[in-house]
């Protein structure tokens, strides 16, 4: 991915799970993505960096290109997030992709109704783990365009 | 991987047979509808006009261009989104826009996915192929059908 047009972006990935979180950022890694990736560790800490709360106050730049959540985290869970995001015209534009062990219809239902922008289930198999990351961190992290930083896109 | 449909809005010729090319590449093209204005996408999700009979369900992915003859790609965004039978199948602008105003208006109104269709063809394949492969293959889509 050596395009001018197409720069690695920002990704920040919520995600509790240590072995996971570790599988993912390698795969981004791999396509020399990691060193824009934030890793929090639940929903409580997605939420205080995206409104630059606690110990991100003094944070630099805006909303990440791209936030992948884990649905079952501590404190907070990640439909409790995707809720918050998509009802603050502050914050809704920014894609929110879940990353999810779960397959219940149920999960996938509400997250595309509370307006998810894609929603992935992690691969059981390490190598399709990676490859799906790999797929996903692309498109993400380098072909979409990201909505521009600050703007307000509520209706 | 079971028959996921992609449908595509698109009026340029040059693009459709492009974006066909890429996405034939990784075997989906086959799974591919191709419209070539605002108003045929709105009757084929719809199921009206010459779509009438159609069967399949709703596309896992809708790939929407933006400056189209009838109706625009915004337009049919909009109607997509507001409507609560369709709001939830993923819509991805591909346009040759890459002006903020554009930006803020589609994802204000609930573009999944926003890309810029790259000028140079080498790029422009990748970027289909790799749009391809996240919307077809990795995302899970929505289940609802009409």
Redesign the interface.
């Known amino acids: 991915m050596k ?1 001018m ?2 720069k690695p972006k920002t990704i920040l990935l919520v995600e509790d799970d240590p072995n996971d979180e570790e599988m993912t950022v390698a795969a981004l890694k791999k396509e020399g993505l990691a060193g824009d990736v934030i890793v929090v560790r639940d929903g409580a800490e997605a939420l205080d960096f995206l409104y630059r709360r606690a110990g991100f106050a003094s944070r630099d730049g805006g909303p990440p290109a791209v936030m992948l959540l884990d649905i079952k985290m501590p404190k907070v869970d990640g439909l409790e997030v995707l809720r918050q995001i998509k009802s603050d015209p502050h914050l809704k ?1 920014m ?1 929110v992709v879940m990353l999810t062990s779960s ?1 219940e ?1 149920s999960d ?2 509400e997250c ?2 509370l ?1 998810v ?5 992690k691969p059981v198999r390490l190598n399709e783990f990676i490859k ?1 990351v790999h ?2 961190g ?3 992290g ?7 930083a600050g ?1 307000q ?3 | 991987m079971n028959m996921r449909q992609i449908l595509i809005a698109e009026d340029d010729p040059r693009d459709e047979e492009l974006t066909l090319a890429a996405l034939e590449e990784y075997n989906l093209a086959n799974k591919v509808f191709v419209v070539h204005d605002g108003a045929e996408a709105l009757d084929y999700m719809y199921c009206r006009g010459k779509f009438k009979a159609r069967v399949g369900g709703n596309p896992v992915v809708i790939l929407l261009d933006n400056k189209m003859p009838k109706v625009t790609g915004l337009e049919v965004l909009k109607i997509i989104k507001a409507d609560e039978r369709l709001k ?1 199948i ?1 819509v991805v602008v591909l346009t040759s826009s ?1 002006e ?1 105003p554009d ?2 208006e589609f ?2 109104h ?1 573009a ?5 269709k ?1 000028v ?1 063809f080498a ?1 422009f394949m990748k ?1 289909i192929k ?2 391809g ?3 077809a ?4 889509p ?2 609802n059908n009409l």
Do not use: C
């Not at chain 1, 922008?117 to 289930?121: E, L, M, S």
């Not at chain 1, 380098?142 to 521009?148: A, E, K, L, S």
């Not at chain 2, 999944?112 to 810029?116: E, F, H, P, R």
């Open positions: 395009s047009h197409l534009a894609p397959e219809s996938l239902a595309y109704q307006g922008n894609a929603y992935v289930v799906a797929d996903l692309i498109f993400w380098v072909v979409n365009h990201p909505p521009p703007i896109t509520g209706a | 939830t993923p890459r903020a930006l803020i994802y204000k609930g999944n996915a926003y890309v810029v790259p140079d790029e970027a790799q749009l492969i996240f919307w293959a990795v995302n899970e929505p289940l």
